[in-house]
């Protein structure tokens, strides 16, 4: 029995139980609150030693609800701890008893005795498997509490003590709402680093869209629910049936997630994950049929993949953005700015300040001075500059092989000095290759190569030369062929004409 097992009762204390509780009930209302526990106690004995649940379970919520009546909360906590050490307590028994005093917490006097029964509960719940459900949804209350208080460090250390991940017997969507409170508290507490671990516990896949039913699908799936439902009319107390992961609508969790993401990509200066971020949030049934968070989304899209550091895979992201339809329609000026990045062309960056600067400041995502709501929204806007100038060198280094320093300077509307250091930089990070000669103030964008390169390219040429030319003599072959038929054809035609005469 120990071990939670459900045996066959040795015998029924159905009629004994029943009994029992008007009497036990009788005496408390008399004042005589010990002496009703006692008499149940004396009774749940012989229940548990015979494995009797049901009236075991009944009689153990009895004194609890006894004990919770008589207004004594220290009584309440110690029977709990009392009952749930027996030997060969039943594991169905106590945790219905848990889910009891879960429920008298609201009607506690008082935060303190509120704060002393929920450690009780914890620690009976502790290293206990069957009641892992319990202990999680304790101590998401105690950690509530904490955040009441403005002790968001406590609250953090409190919840994040949970694997929730682990918990087999708990729904995935409960999961996930522990787990995004988890991140937001590490967030809120400044622990970023911990925040992106547990972030990374959600699997997304349970965020994908899922394909709408037909009515007839419907109509079968509730049928399946109704049935399923009949089938767990003897659940234990409290136990819910895991929801159906069909039916369940993750999209206020997708939101939540995606939003906890953008903030901690923003944090790090991630601009091309919270891009991608962004694009999940636009893959939403909600957000595409809301206009006005339409808008948003796509703006927030363009915007940061054009923070995001020129590289293949930023490249093509932002070409793949540029074909949405929905931009040009909901988003002209965005759909303007982004067509800039998409053409080989310079843009100067005064230019692009005077048309742009009114609109990209507007949103939370730019400043044009420092802002003490958001520091880093001035930093973007210092990044979007360096994306400006970093597309116009790499459009120069595109059409020169050789151009002076002050050309250079003059096309990037940038000093001598910025204009170096941005060479540099795209430089180092192999986007470009360029070498200044500063005597001579003559930037090279033209790479040196050696014997070996220049004998590869040549061979590459005479092979595709050669290639041409065979082709060609393959053409110059069929219309010879083609010549030598067709007067076959005449001649031929003439002679059939003949014989008809």
């Given at each position: 029995m120990s071990d939670g097992t459900i045996l066959k009762a040795d015998k029924d204390y159905t009629k004994d139980v029943d009994s029992a509780i008007p009497e036990a009930e009788s005496l408390a209302s008399d004042g005589q609150t010990q002496s009703a526990i006692d008499r149940l106690l004396a009774l749940e004995k012989q229940t548990r030693q015979s494995s009797d649940?049901?009236?075991?379970?009944?009689?153990?919520?009895?004194?609890?609800?006894?004990?919770?009546?008589?207004?004594?909360?220290?009584?309440?906590?110690?029977?709990?701890?009392?009952?749930?050490?027996?030997?060969?307590?039943?594991?169905?028994?106590?945790?219905?008893?848990?889910?009891?005093?879960?429920?008298?917490?609201?009607?506690?006097?008082?935060?303190?005795?509120?704060?002393?029964?929920?450690?009780?509960?914890?620690?009976?719940?502790?290293?206990?498997?069957?009641?892992?459900?319990?202990?999680?949804?304790?101590?998401?209350?105690?950690?509530?509490?904490?955040?009441?208080?403005?002790?968001?460090?406590?609250?953090?250390?409190?919840?994040?003590?949970?694997?929730?991940?682990?918990?087999?017997?708990?729904?995935?969507?409960?999961?996930?709402?522990?787990i995004l409170e988890q991140v937001a508290l590490c967030i809120d507490d400044d622990d970023w680093t911990q925040a992106g671990i547990l972030?990374?516990?959600?699997?997304?896949?349970?965020?994908?869209?899922?394909?709408?039913r037909t009515p007839e699908e419907i109509e079968k799936r509730k049928k399946e629910r109704e049935e399923q439902t009949r089938k767990n009319d003897d659940t234990a107390v409290g136990d819910d049936p895991a929801l159906d992961a069909e039916d369940d609508d993750p999209t206020d969790l997708k939101l939540r997630f995606y939003e906890q993401q953008i903030t901690l990509a923003k944090h790090e200066e991630k601009y091309l994950e919270a891009c991608k971020h962004y694009r999940q949030v636009l893959d939403t049934e909600a957000?595409?049929?809301?206009?006005?968070?339409?808008?948003?989304?796509?703006?927030?899209?363009?915007?940061?993949?054009?923070?995001?550091?020129?590289?293949?895979?930023?490249?093509?992201?932002?070409?793949?953005?540029?074909?949405?339809?929905?931009?040009?329609?909901?988003?002209?000026?965005?759909?303007?700015?982004?067509?800039?990045?998409?053409?080989?062309?310079?843009?100067?960056?005064?230019?692009?300040?005077?048309?742009?600067?009114?609109?990209?400041?507007?949103?939370?995502?730019?400043?044009?001075?420092?802002?003490?709501?958001?520091?880093?929204?001035?930093?973007?806007?210092?990044?979007?500059?360096?994306?400006?100038?970093?597309?116009?060198?790499?459009?120069?280094?595109?059409?020169?092989?050789?151009?002076?320093?002050?050309?250079?300077?003059?096309?990037?509307?940038?000093?001598?000095?910025?204009?170096?250091k941005y060479i540099s930089d795209l430089v180092v990070s192999k986007t470009i290759y360029a070498r200044i000669d500063r005597p001579a103030q003559i930037v090279n964008f033209e790479k040196k190569r050696d014997a070996d390169e220049v004998l590869n390219q040549w061979s590459g040429d005479m092979k595709s030369l050669l290639g041409l030319l065979e082709r060609i003599d393959h053409l110059i072959t069929k219309e010879e062929m083609m010549a030598r038929i067709q007067p076959v054809d005449a001649k031929l035609t003439v002679k059939s004409g003949a014989k008809a005469h």
């Open positions: 649940l049901a009236s075991t379970r009944r009689l153990i919520v009895k004194i609890v609800s006894i004990c919770k009546e008589s207004g004594d909360w220290s009584l309440l906590n110690e029977q709990v701890l009392l009952l749930s050490k027996k030997h060969g307590q039943l594991k169905q028994a106590i945790t219905s008893m848990v889910q009891v005093v879960m429920g008298f917490l609201d009607d506690a006097p008082s935060q303190e005795k509120k704060l002393s029964t929920i450690e009780t509960l914890r620690t009976v719940t502790e290293g206990k498997i069957f009641v892992e459900v319990e202990r999680a949804r304790v101590t998401r209350i105690l950690s509530n509490i904490k955040r009441e208080q403005d002790d968001i460090t406590a609250a953090k250390d409190v919840l994040c003590e949970l694997q929730v991940e682990t918990f087999g017997s708990m729904s995935r969507r409960e999961k996930t709402e522990f972030a990374r516990k959600i699997g997304i896949r349970y965020f994908a869209r899922k394909p709408k957000v595409e049929t809301n206009p006005e968070h339409l808008k948003a989304s796509l703006q927030r899209v363009i915007y940061f993949v054009l923070l995001a550091p020129y590289d293949n895979e930023q490249n093509d992201l932002l070409h793949r953005i540029a074909q949405d339809t929905r931009i040009a329609t909901t988003c002209p000026a965005e759909n303007q700015l982004l067509k800039l990045f998409t053409v080989p062309e310079l843009m100067r960056w005064p230019s692009i300040q005077k048309n742009f600067g009114a609109q990209l400041t507007s949103t939370d995502i730019f400043s044009a001075t420092e802002s003490k709501s958001d520091p880093k929204s001035h930093q973007r806007w210092q990044d979007f500059r360096k994306r400006v100038i970093e597309h116009n060198v790499r459009v120069i280094a595109k059409y020169y092989t050789r151009i002076t320093f002050p050309r250079l300077t003059s096309l990037l509307d940038l000093p001598a000095k910025e204009t170096e």
